[in-house]
Structure formats: C-alpha cells, structure tokens
C-alpha cells in the first residue's frame, strides 16, 4: 500500500485558514486521495476525497498537485470544533479491492481562540 | 451520530476472559469493516465483510478473534482468552454500494485487566 506523510501537528487560529500538508510520493494511478478525521473521543469522519481535480463540499477543499504526490487539505475558516487528527489516506479503486482503510498517524490540529 | 451503533462503548475484563462487541450498521450499508485502534495510533485495519461473506482478515487477526455477520446485517468481534495488548479502541465502519465514505461507529474501548 502506498504511504502518506503528514506533519504530527500544526497550530491554527480561530477563523483562519488551514492548509494541512499530505506528501504521498509513491501514489499509483488507481489510489484516490481519502481525508479523515477523527475528534476527540470519536470515530474517524470522512472529510473529503479525490483523484486528480480539486474539489470542494461543505466541510472543506482539497488542493492536489498536477502530479498526484502531494495534496492540501484546507479548511477556509477553523473553529475550535475544527480541533482533530486529520488523517490523509490512499485508497485503491481497484475491482476487487476491499477499499479498506489504512492510516497513519495523522495531524493533530489545534485551534487557539 | 453516524448511524452506526455499537456495543457495549466500553468493556472491563480481566486477562483470559472471553468478550463480544456488536456493531449494528446504517441499514442499507452492505460493506462492514472492523478497525482497532491503539493510543496515540491510526485505526489499523482488522476484517472486512461484504454482505455476510468475509472478505479478507488482517494478519493482526489471530486465531483468538472471530468476527461473523450471520445475515449481512449485525456484525460481532469476539475475543478469546483476551490479553493485555488486546486492550485498544475496537472501531466499526460500514459502507453502501457505491458510496466512498466509511461511516464510523463510536467504538468500543476495550481495557484488560
């Protein structure tokens, strides 16, 4: 499985933007681009996912590099509630594939009122 | 609340004891999936069913676990002879055909005495 890499954590303040770094060099071409979050003392909740286009939805954007081996996960305006491990993660579309889920240890984002 | 529910949320035993966890998806969710997750760790990927057929089992799923999804419905993890590296968060997911999101359940945190 191809592997991410992410800061362990990242500081924000109150209604400013977030740009959460993901570094995934060794992407294949079937591998979308998964975030997940996970707040405190809760399942991970899905965020946002992608291939090759940025895309946008209510909780957030994702910002991925002409070559796949990056991508950006921004929030446009951090609340406290923001305050989470974010978890970048490659899944394989592949027939046949369970589409599981495989995570790293994510960044833990704090937001400072 | 994701709609997936599980049960119990938290479970005290003593080491060599046997425990079951249940996990009760969002109705129409076909694909059911078994996490656990350690302190300060991602959820690592356990099983994995696709109606009641399970579809692949993690190497981390010694012969002590069974998990079983009698009617595609429910789904139980038990534990046999539980040990003290067993204690962890024990995370449930599902997902309905075509969909790519995981919807989380709020876990079951397993201590063993």
Known sequence: DAKTTQPNSMESNEEEPVHLPCNHSTISGTDYIHWYRQLPSQGPEYVIHGLTSNVNNRMASLAIAEDRKSSTLILHRATLRDAAVYYCILRDYRSGATNKLIFGTGTLLAVQP | ???????????????????TFRCDPISEHNRLYWYRQTLGQGPEFLTYFQNEAQLEKSRLLSDRFSAERPKGSFST??????????????LCATRGTGSSEQYFGPGTRLTVT
């Not at chain 2, 609340?1 to 425990?19: A, Y």
């Not at chain 2, 993890?77 to 024990?90: K, N």
């Open chain 2, 77 to 90: 993890l038990e534990i046999q002879r539980t040990e003290q590296g067993d204690s962890a968060m024990y």
């Open chain 2, 1 to 19: 609340d994701t709609g997936v529910s599980q049960d119990p949320r938290h479970k005290i035993t003593k080491r060599g004891q046997n425990v």
